[in-house]
T-cell receptor, first 113, second 111 residues
Framework: KAGVTQTPRYLIKTRGQQVTLSCSPI?????VSWYQQTPGQGLQFLFE???????NKGNFPGRFSGRQFSNSRSEMNVSTLELGDSALYLC????????????FGPGTRLTVL | GENVEQHPSTLSVQEGDSAVIKCTYSDSASNYFPWYKQELGKRPQLIIDIRSNVGEKKDQRIAVTLNKTAKHFSLHITETQPEDSAVYFCAASRNTGKLIFGQGTTLQVKP
């Protein structure tokens, strides 16, 4: 099976802009979770989508949003970008039942100037 | 709130020695505890996981122990090799799809 893929791999934006990141899960996986990774804060959970519904949410402002499509592909959007949003954004997919292994994508490196 | 503390933040060992990384979690409802290895510039990869109904799990040179009463779990790597050098993250979960990660441990194995 193909692994989790994310596009684009790199992005450079300026403050105030918005950005959309995409994640394609492993075939058959219905859950997609998003994480932000920074040197200072480590890996932080953003949200999880399962069968097109947000099932879990982390402690991020409303500028961070996401959605999931019927084919389980997911997108996350960040509006009104701030310098502190510069990070590696990782998505992970799983089958969606309790205790499932999460498989990570390669991440999207977002730089906000 | 949910929190996972991980120690040490850096660990340097000689090749062939053992390495131990410890994590403590705050949410007593956590029931799934994976460990991920992340090499520089690469994605986190699951190396071992344990569920709350098990106290210990081993896979070749890697083992994880869980103490639910004390709310802590540990990763043990024996006979370390230079290719074990990476950042290791512990995590805890009570809900599907939401992993709470520790801050990470940078392991350096010196040849």
């Amino acid at each position: 099976k193909a692994g989790v893929t994310q596009t684009p791999r790199y992005l450079i934006k300026t403050r105030g802009q918005q950005v959309t990141l995409s994640c394609s899960p492993i075939s058959g996986h219905r859950s997609v979770s998003w994480y932000q990774q920074t040197p200072g804060q480590g890996l932080q959970f953003l949200f999880e989508y399962f069968s097109e519904t947000q099932r879990n949410k982390g402690n991020f402002p409303g500028r961070f949003s996401g959605r999931q499509f019927s084919n389980s592909r997911s997108e996350m959007n960040v509006s009104t970008l701030e310098l502190g949003d510069s990070a590696l954004y990782l998505c992970a997919s799983s089958q969606g039942t309790s205790g499932d292994t999460q498989y990570f994508g390669p991440g999207t490196r977002l730089t906000v100037l | 709130g949910e929190n996972v503390e991980q120690h040490p933040s850096t660990l340097s060992v000689q090749e062939g020695d053992s390495a131990v990384i410890k994590c403590t979690y705050s949410d007593s409802a956590s029931n799934y505890f994976p460990w991920y290895k992340q090499e520089l510039g690469k994605r986190p990869q699951l190396i071992i996981d344990i569920r709350s109904n098990v106290g210990e799990k081993k896979d070749q040179r890697i083992a994880v122990t869980l103490n639910k009463t004390a709310k802590h779990f540990s990763l043990h790597i024996t006979e370390t090799q230079p290719e074990d050098s990476a950042v290791y993250f512990c995590a805890a979960s009570r809900n599907t799809g939401k992993l709470i990660f520790g801050q990470g441990t940078t392991l350096q194995v010196k040849p």
